[in-house]
């Protein structure tokens, strides 16, 4: 089997949904050796802010010398970003090493009864953990991949454990309340291991220090145990200084948004909990993890003439700090390139981009989890006076924007899923205007 054939099979896996349950991916981990025993942890969940604050501490473990795994998801345009080492992406061969491995063992739990079927993110973890155990890391970085209780990824017995903030998502499945999705985040706190969250509601903070107590766990909270202050943001990046158990005084990051600096905070707040842990990252490992951090299309600025960035903000409290964000940069108002997934909330991510925009062209990812591109333009109609465009293509979408910009810039924003479409339509415009330059 080829890599893009292995990669097809993998993703035909997502017809099996998800499934909530940790019994399969434990029989799963067992029959592949329980590669998740074989390394430390530190494990990431959240509404927004996993991705980045699961950067940050995958690069200053490997400012420290560690060997570092990172699992992340979605990807954006190869499944290999999923799964990384030292910043590597995992190789092609090893993916359909380890596939053509485990698939052997999963059709054999099929073969037991439906209930024993994998989902492709049980696969893809078992995959992962056994591709890190092989490398022989030091340290996993794991990020959730939904809630955290019953997540696939819970297999796992972190060091410490990172929340970010806490945000209406997923609701069929989470809860329909702010207090019932922070029960399933919490969910991955786990006796022996330290706690820091981003978290300022009171009720949710409640939440996390009972579940704490009960497992005898210590809670760091942002605003008591540690704090970002003289917070300064620029389209060169985001400044600030930070206080916790060290100080640290005029910290830089690339990424671009204040919110970036309570990530990196949580961030340095996770690996200070590490130091009893007998991992010492120093004041400089942590300057210089922050400036080499990056972490592709989060509000991503990748041409100034005109003005184009991507943004994966895929829900509304997501699309709210990026507006807010993109004020504060002077952005705004500004073209909007939006596309929804069918499950994410668009009327409320409408509403948070619809003060900031001079135009709103509507598009479609080309994924059959995408909400319709006119289904999408009739939400927007409703809570947007402002002049529309409606173009399901999303390559056609970006031309038609830049052709006709409206305001201070484009932004391409609503789903990862179209960001990686962003990104794979860019690249195919950089090889044209290259192959044109050179026959000239």
């Not at 990172?70 to 380890?98: A, C, N, W």
């Amino acid at each position: 089997m080829s890599y893009s054939q292995m990669v097809d099979w993998m993703f035909n896996l997502e017809r099996f949904g998800i499934k909530f349950g940790l019994d399969n991916m434990r029989e799963f981990s067992k029959r592949i050796g329980d590669p998740h025993l074989g390394f430390r942890s530190v494990h990431v969940t959240g509404t927004n802010g996993k991705g980045s604050v699961c950067t940050f501490v995958s690069e200053m473990l490997r400012q420290h010398g560690l060997k570092v795994g990172l699992y992340t998801s979605p990807h954006l345009v190869d499944f290999r970003e999923r799964i990384k080492v030292d910043g590597r992406m995992i190789p092609q061969r090893d993916v359909v090493r380890l596939g053509d491995e485990l698939r052997t063992h999963m059709e054999d739990m099929a073969s037991q009864g439906k209930e024993k079927q994998l989902t492709f993110f049980e696969f893809t973890t078992g995959l992962a953990f056994r591709y890190f155990r092989d490398m022989k890391v030091d340290y996993v970085v794991a990020e959730v991949g939904m809630g955290g209780r019953l997540d696939a990824t819970n297999i796992i017995q972190p060091d410490v454990t990172a929340i970010t903030r806490i945000g209406l998502e997923h609701t069929d499945y989470l809860g329909k309340t702010l207090l019932e999705i922070a029960g399933e985040k919490a969910g991955i706190i786990k006796r022996g291991c330290d706690v820091v969250t981003c978290e300022r509601d009171p009720e949710v903070l409640r939440l996390f220090q009972d579940t704490c107590l009960g497992h005898g766990c210590d809670l760091a909270k942002l605003g008591e145990h540690f704090d970002v202050s003289n917070v300064s943001q620029s389209m060169s990046g985001t400044r600030f200084d930070y206080s916790g158990r060290r100080d640290l005084p005029g910290l830089k990051t690339s990424l671009l948004g204040g919110y970036q600096a309570e990530n990196a905070a949580a961030a340095i707040a996770a690996v200070e909990r590490l130091d009893q842990k007998g991992v010492n990252v120093t004041d400089e490992e942590v300057r210089k993890a922050l400036r080499a951090a990056r972490w592709p299309g989060r509000l991503d600025v990748v041409s100034r003439g005109p003005m184009l960035m991507f943004d994966g903000s895929h829900n509304p409290d997501g699309a709210r700090t990026t507006a807010k964000t993109l004020e504060a940069l002077r952005m705004t108002p500004l073209t909007f390139v939006l596309g929804c997934m069918k499950d994410k909330d668009a009327k409320g991510i409408v509403d948070a981009l619809a003060p900031h925009a001079d135009w709103i062209v509507v598009t479609q990812v080309d994924n059959k989890r995408a909400l319709e591109a006119e289904a999408l333009g009739e939400i927007v109609r409703q809570g947007y006076k402002g002049p529309m465009s409606v173009v399901a293509d999303s390559g056609k979408a970006i031309e038609r924007a830049l052709a006709d910009c409206r305001g201070k810039g484009v932004c391409v924003i609503g789903s990862l899923y179209l960001v990686g479409e962003a990104i794979q339509w860019r690249r195919v415009m950089e090889k044209a205007d290259r192959e044109r330059t050179h026959k000239v």
